[in-house]
């Protein structure tokens, strides 16, 4: 049987002719193992594909058995999570889900009299490097006072950050007069996270706090 003229014809599709909006919609249509063995048995390079690319949905994840029952996850990141214990907010665990490793962070240095402990978790693609930040809200003076009547009282923020590349805590001063929303709120935004703040007695949402992790410095978004 002969092979008809019009597919003699046709010029060969190599990798290089296929547009580029197609080579990156293939990715997103394979599962994330299938991803990983391309980037581990060929080196495949993924930075072209942003999170806005490739849709990634975890189904089950599996923590430590040494963790309290009750944690949540405070964020990812390029397939790292971060998780920590919802009740004391003092274990922090980073997790790969695809090499299945843990790691249990240095507990952050508290204050006694603490009203409540935020965490965010991010990725600055400049530095190139994970960060974990926590700030804790804290009564100024040392009185006992009703639990309903604490957020009456002028609080200070304190700012702790913990980098993956150099393990370890550092303070990096206070934040006096704001205080960051309790409920779980901060997205990661180019290499900042953005947090809702609180102010004045009647805590009343007003402003859009915004952490960068490369300067590590807060700042009010307009």
């Known amino acids: 049987m002969k092979r008809s003229?019009?597919?003699?014809?046709?010029?060969?599709?190599?990798?290089?002719?296929?547009?580029?909006?197609i080579l990156l919609d293939i990715p997103s249509r394979l599962p994330v193992t299938s991803l990983m063995h391309l980037k581990l048995l060929y080196s495949v390079d993924f930075s072209a594909y942003n999170e806005n690319n490739i849709g990634q949905t975890v189904k089950r994840i599996r923590v430590p058995e040494k963790m309290t029952p009750e944690f949540e996850?405070?964020?990812?990141?390029?397939g790292l999570i971060c998780i920590c214990n919802s009740l004391l907010r003092n274990a922090i665990h980073m997790n790969n889900p695809f090499t299945k490793d843990y790691s249990k962070l240095p507990e952050p240095e508290w204050h006694l009299k603490k009203?409540?402990?935020?965490?965010?978790?991010?990725?600055?693609?400049?530095?190139?490097?994970?960060?974990?930040?926590t700030c804790q809200d804290s009564i100024l003076k040392e009185v006992?006072?009703?639990?309903?009547?604490?957020?009456?009282l002028p609080v200070q923020s304190?700012?702790?950050?913990?980098?993956?590349?150099?393990?370890?805590w550092r303070s990096i001063g206070e934040l006096p007069s704001v205080v960051l929303n309790p409920r779980p709120s901060h997205v990661l935004v180019n290499g900042?996270?953005?947090w809702l703040s609180l102010r004045g007695r009647k805590q009343v949402l007003r402003k859009l706090a915004s952490f960068d992790l490369?300067?590590?410095q807060?700042?009010?978004v307009p």
């Open 158 to 168: 304190r700012v702790q950050i913990f980098s993956l590349v150099s393990p370890s």
């Open 192 to 194: 900042r996270l953005q």
């Open 5 to 21: 003229k019009i597919l003699e014809d046709r010029p060969s599709i190599t990798i290089e002719r296929v547009p580029r909006d």
């Open 73 to 78: 996850v405070v964020g990812s990141c390029n």
């Open 214 to 216: 490369a300067d590590k």
């Open 218 to 220: 807060f700042r009010e």
């Open 115 to 133: 009203l409540q402990v935020l965490i965010g978790f991010g990725f600055h693609p400049t530095t190139k490097e994970y960060k974990v930040v």
């Open 144 to 152: 006992n006072i009703p639990p309903h009547l604490e957020y009456s």
